[in-house]
């Protein structure tokens, strides 16, 4: 699976992809934890929200994807 | 998704998605027609430290508190159901309100904000009850601390030239808002952004930008860049590819931002020996 790889382009400038695999896991928000905001460069169907703390008192789904 | 995103919208459910594969644009832009997908797509950011994703697809729910309430790739539909069903009011952060307040609570939650404004002013200003005058003062302010964080966001979208997100932002202050106090001149804005040639410069700049830069990652992605002359060669691409976008947009913060990546991978050669 070739995976992202454009954001630690955009941020390290095309830094190989072997360096951030050796990186260990970053586990993330876990349940019960304050969702943190996304920073993002660009988008398809761009939102005109700005942050998830804007949607307090709804009901947020935030999904990692692919094509394949 | 796509179902989600349309039976539950107006419910309360807002629907982000993070592309995590380096394809390149057209192949994503190509899915998202054929499936006529209407929901952000997020195509780069730095995402990964708060939400990775190990493997795909991995979904996170936050609930009305803003907490985590769901992290795993099964069964977040029944969570969604559950966790709406506390929302009343979409977008308006709480689930109770006066009666003589619901006609306004019931008018924000479809996104009819002028006549929430409209029908929460007649309570305020009105011979009512503390309650229901707090309750309709509290929509106001919802309404007015909205209209506010969106002409923020706009503001700051095009001073920093993203003006994708600046559409976005007056589309919604054009549209949904339409009739609230400062958002009278988003429709004219609005138009006079589509007709900007500086704006729609840049627009084609950051596109071209992204889609070289796409591309680069998919091409980078079946190459052992730990082997130095490999990476010389992946580096020596990626700098052609930027000094053709800074000569192509010059001008444009695009080609500022391509300099900035082409002087990267100059120093790099250098101080890698190449």
Excluded at chain 1, 46 to 59: E, I
Aim: proline fraction near 4%; aromatic fraction near 8%; hydrophobic fraction near 45%.
């Amino acid at each position: 699976m070739k995976t992202l790889m454009i954001g630690l382009l955009a941020a390290l400038v095309c830094a190989p992809l072997a360096a951030q695999e050796e990186k260990p896991a970053e586990p993330g928000l876990k349940v019960g934890d304050e969702a943190a905001d996304l920073e993002i460069g660009n988008w398809i169907n761009t939102p005109a929200v700005p942050r998830f703390s804007d949607l307090r008192g709804d009901v947020i789904l935030l999904k990692s994807w692919g094509i394949n | 998704m796509n179902e989600l995103h349309k039976e539950y919208g107006p419910k309360g459910l807002h629907v982000f998605t993070l592309y995590c594969q380096a394809h390149p644009l057209a192949q994503i832009e190509e899915l998202v027609a054929k499936h006529k997908i209407e929901y952000p797509i997020a195509l780069d950011g730095t995402w990964a430290d708060n939400y990775p994703a190990q493997s795909l697809p991995q979904v996170w729910v936050i609930g009305v508190d803003g907490k985590i309430i769901f992290k795993g790739a099964k069964g977040y539909d029944e969570v969604i159901e559950k966790e709406l069903a506390k929302v009343k009011y979409p977008g308006l952060g709480r689930d109770k309100v006066a009666s003589e307040v619901e006609p306004a609570a019931k008018a924000f939650a479809k996104k009819q904000f002028a006549e929430a404004v409209k029908l929460a002013t007649a309570v305020a200003e009105g011979d009512f009850n503390e309650t229901a005058q707090a309750d309709a003062q509290y929509i106001l302010e919802r309404v007015e601390t909205r209209v506010r964080a969106l002409l923020r966001h706009a503001e700051m979208a095009e001073v920093q030239k993203d003006y994708a997100t600046c559409e976005a932002v007056l589309k919604l202050l054009a549209g949904a808002y339409k009739g609230c106090e400062d958002t009278e001149d988003a429709a004219e804005r609005l138009k006079k952004l589509a007709q900007d040639k500086d704006a729609q410069k840049e627009i084609a700049a950051r596109r071209a930008l992204l889609i070289g830069m796409r591309d680069l990652d998919w091409g980078a992605g079946d190459l052992d860049l730990n082997d130095p002359k490999v990476m010389a060669e992946f580096r020596k691409k990626c700098i052609a590819f930027f000094d053709k976008l800074v000569k192509d947009h010059a001008g444009t913060a695009a080609a500022e931002t391509a300099k900035g990546y082409a002087d990267y991978h100059r120093e790099q050669l250098k101080a890698e020996g190449k």
